[in-house]
Each structure stands twice: as structure tokens, then as C-alpha cells.
């Protein structure tokens, strides 16, 4: 007997986004249903200290940080499920959300799309073939493998400079490798990068391939300076990629407006479109959204607004 109970919210991601939207609309006696998606807690755990999130002097571990706020969501009545939206239908309100074969549809009135991005990769099949074998996006979670041992950083932004003084814990040898020569990352971090003795930078180069497929491990990198042409291999055990994320809003390609690289547009912070018209009762906050900020605490400022427009919407379209 299928499930057609219509929820009045449903939240699709348990990131910073999700999970303080998810606070407030529990508060507001919504009783919203949390799907966590495909990476609970979203990029906060899989980050290691948040240094700038108000509230925390000394700092905070990311997944510290994510489960104190599922616990608060919680405490307020959010319900949390362990489940992916696989389809949605937008064409007829309430929204019906597919979760999978053999899964009931879930209804709801109101809709807040707090999916996030994942990791990106470089897309090259050694790379892929080495995933779990030294090839990695998340230095928290495959960090204490590389104890010992030399290894490579993908990226110029904040995440590679990150991954890379974190990954000095572990490593003898961090080798940032970035394809320009311009470097995105914040001063602060970039400062930290180049003073730390354990860290060499590359710049202007790129991974051409990761060696190692047939001993199933990593063990050397087959690069290209792009100015010069030069191709040189530089040894090392593990690969880690900091080179940013790609918007999980795959379910909604033709539902929403979209940008160009599929983050979801939004106006009024909150507000989605279709082909430019207002759609009513879903919002999106946090990354899938923002391209510019992207800060935990902006995605959990945008949260709170979501929430407080779906609660909006609910009173002046009668619950
Ligand atoms: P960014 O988009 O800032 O940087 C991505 C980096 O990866 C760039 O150097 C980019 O190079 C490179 N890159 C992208 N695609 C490829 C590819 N296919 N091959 C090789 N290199 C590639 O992403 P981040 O994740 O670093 O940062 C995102 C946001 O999060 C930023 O606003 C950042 O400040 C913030 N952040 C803050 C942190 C903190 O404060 N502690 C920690 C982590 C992130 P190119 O420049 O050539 O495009």
C-alpha cells in the first residue's frame, strides 16, 4: 500500500544548509523531512577545524559541528532519513519526490533544495581506476593512509591549500600541483601553504596520468608543465584532489533555471525559477546556489531563509 501522505517540507540535503533550514522549520512545527542525500553532513564533514564559524573561538572539527546541528534539528521533531532523491516531479504541486525503485514517492507542499556539490574529480581513467587505491577527494577521511609517505595535492583554491597543511600530519612530502600559475586561494592559506617546510609548490602543471593501475596502488604522476611542454614523473603513494565541486542538482535539469555550470539560480537569496517564472513553495539555499560565498555560515544563514519562506508559504496557502 503505497505511502500518500503529503508532507508540508521536505529538505533535500543534511549539509549546513539543510540542517539549520531543518532546525527552523522543526520550530515551526513543520515536522520536515530531511533526505540526508548522498553525503550526510554535507562538505562540513568532510573538513577538519572551521576556524571561522561565529560562535567557536578556538574553532570547531566540521563534523562536530554538523552532528551538534542534527541533533538540534532533531530535538525540535525534523525527521532524518538515509535515502537520495532520484527524480523529482515540479509540473504539479503538492511536489512528488522519488527516492528509487521500490520506494514509495514522497508529496510535499514545499520543497527546500539544500543538495550542495560534490568533489570534483580530473576525469582521467587511471585516476578513476585508483579511486580507494591512493586516489582521493576527502584528506579527513584517507589522511592517516598516507602516514609516512610522499603525495600529491590537485588544486590552487582554499580546499587544496587546506588538504594540503592538513595532509602534513601524515605525509613526508605534500607536492601542490596547480595548472596555472595563478593560485585561487585566500591569503591567509596560501601564506601558510608556502611557509610550511613539508610543502612544494607546482605551478603552470598538470596531471597527465596517475601510474600505478596495474599494482591497483598509486605510485607516480605523469605531468606536463602546459608553458613549456616539459613531461616529467614525480613519485608519490597517494593523489588528493582539492580542485572544488560540481552542484548536486541533477533531478531538476529542466525543472529550474539552472546556470551554466548547473548551480540553481536563485533570487531573493532563496527564490527558484523556471524558465524565468517564480516556482512556488521550493527554495534552494546553501552551495547549490551559491557560487560566490559558499561558507558555512552562509549556507546556513540562506537555510534559516529558506525555511522562513517555506513556513511563509504554507500560512498564506493554507496548510
Ligand atoms: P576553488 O574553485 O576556489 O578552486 C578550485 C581550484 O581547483 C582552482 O585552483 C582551479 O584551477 C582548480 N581546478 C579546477 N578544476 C580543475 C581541473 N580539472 N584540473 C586541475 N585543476 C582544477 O574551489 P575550492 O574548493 O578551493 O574553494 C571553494 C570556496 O570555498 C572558496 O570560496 C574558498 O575560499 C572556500 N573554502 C574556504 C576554506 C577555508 O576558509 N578554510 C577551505 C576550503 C574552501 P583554476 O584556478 O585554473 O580554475
Redesign the pocket.
Known sequence: MPNTTTRDTVILGSGCAGLTAAIYAARANLKPLVLEGHEPGGQLSITTLVE?FPGWPEGVQGPELIERMKQQAVRFGAELKMAQLVSADLSKHPYELNLGAGKDPIHTRTLIIASGASA?W?GLPSEQALIGHGVSSCATCDGFFASGKEIAV???????M?EALFLTRFATKVTLI???D?F?A?RI?MERATAHASIQLLSST?VEEVLGVEEKEVRCLRLRNVKTGERTELPVSFMFL????TPNAKPFHGQLDLDADGYILTHGNVFVTHNGKDVPGIFACGDIQDRRY?QAITAAATGCMAALEAEKFLEDHGR
Open positions: 571561522n570534483r580530473l590537485i588544486g590552487g583554491g582554499d580546499s587544496a587546506e596547480n595548472r596555472t595563478h585561487r585566500s592559506m598538470v582539492g580542485i572544488g565541486h559558499r
